[in-house]
């Protein structure tokens, strides 16, 4: 039998108020109904990086950085996929995703991404067409079915529910597309790992 494929979800939002956590929420009740999956939740706000970075290949001189990274790092690299939760500020995706994104290479490699947007009248539907660039140039596969949730404050109940069953179903494609490439390049990497 296949092992459970283990994603990690990257919640990027970092505002005080922010939404993230409900639809981060969402998408791992989601994840949990599945059988072929197990999921870790790494938000950026409880677990926020440097934002100075030290010369290119080397770890930060302070201390403290490195914990920083030491809580979010090893999380990234044992994923066998991610599912980056965004939304879509001013056109593009948080600073606070491009930061965790930057600090980490291998981690992303021959792995695949989803994506699950939100925003006001755009559904984070640019945030996530300028993820997809910046995650090729990682060598990571980005996900054809998306989850874009327009007007995302009206979007849950207060239990956290979908008002909208077409935002379940969206979940489910991007999932199921997830775990397909998520098992094929698991296979892959320890075929023979991949060289970049
Ligand atoms: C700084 C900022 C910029 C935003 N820019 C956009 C935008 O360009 N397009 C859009 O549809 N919504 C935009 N919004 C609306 C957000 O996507 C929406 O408020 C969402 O809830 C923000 O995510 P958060 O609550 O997790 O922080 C913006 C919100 C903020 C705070």
Do not use: C
């Not at 938000?43 to 030290?54: G, I, M």
């Not at 500020?89 to 930057?102: F, T």
């Amino acid at each position: 039998m296949t092992a459970p494929l283990h994603i990690a979800v990257i919640q990027g939002s970092t505002r005080d108020g922010r939404l993230g956590p409900v639809v981060a929420n969402w998408l791992l009740t989601h994840a949990a109904e599945r059988p072929d999956l197990t999921a870790d939740l790494i938000d950026l706000a409880e677990t926020p990086l440097p934002t100075v970075f030290p010369h290119l290949g080397q770890a930060p001189e302070r201390a403290e950085d490195r914990a920083l990274l030491a809580a979010v790092s090893p999380r990234l690299a044992a994923a066998d996929a991610f599912v980056v939760v965004t939304p879509e500020y001013n056109h593009s995706y948080p600073a606070s995703l491009k930061n965790a994104i930057d600090w980490h290479g291998r981690e992303w490699q021959a792995k695949p991404v989803g994506f699950v947007a939100y925003g006001g009248f755009s559904a984070g539907l640019r945030a996530v067409e300028h993820l997809r660039g910046v995650f090729a140039e990682l060598h990571a596969v980005t996900i054809r079915e998306t989850v874009g949730l327009q007007g995302v404050w009206g979007k849950f109940d207060e239990s956290g529910r979908a008002v909208d069953p077409a935002a379940d179903t969206a979940a489910k494609a991007m999932l199921d597309q997830l775990v397909w490439w998520g098992e094929a390049l698991r296979a892959a990497r320890a075929h023979k790992p991949y060289a970049a």
